[in-house]
């Protein structure tokens, strides 16, 4: 099927918003049954650290 995928960046000006998309794509391509992927920029709802993980926050130094 297909995939779309509306996704927060950490900032406007974030390093890898040129990229991060499309290898997201490429990520979620390779799950069985998936033949399309699509990656959508939003700013709404914006990001803050309250959207990451414990482990993601734990592997970042954040608690």
């Known amino acids: 099927g297909r995939v779309w995928v509306d996704m927060t960046l950490t900032a ?3 390093p890898v918003a040129g990229t991060l998309p499309g290898e997201v ?3 979620i391509k ?3 049954g998936v ?3 699509k990656v959508h920029i939003v700013w709404d709802p914006p ?3 309250s959207r990451m993980s414990e482990a993601a ?3 970042l ?3």
Do not use: H, N, S, Y
């Open 12 to 14: 406007p000006a974030c």
């Open 25 to 27: 794509e490429e990520r």
């Open 30 to 32: 390779l799950t069985p």
């Open 35 to 37: 033949l399309d992927a």
């Open 47 to 49: 990001w803050d650290q």
């Open 57 to 59: 926050k734990l592997e």
């Open 61 to 63: 130094g954040l608690i």
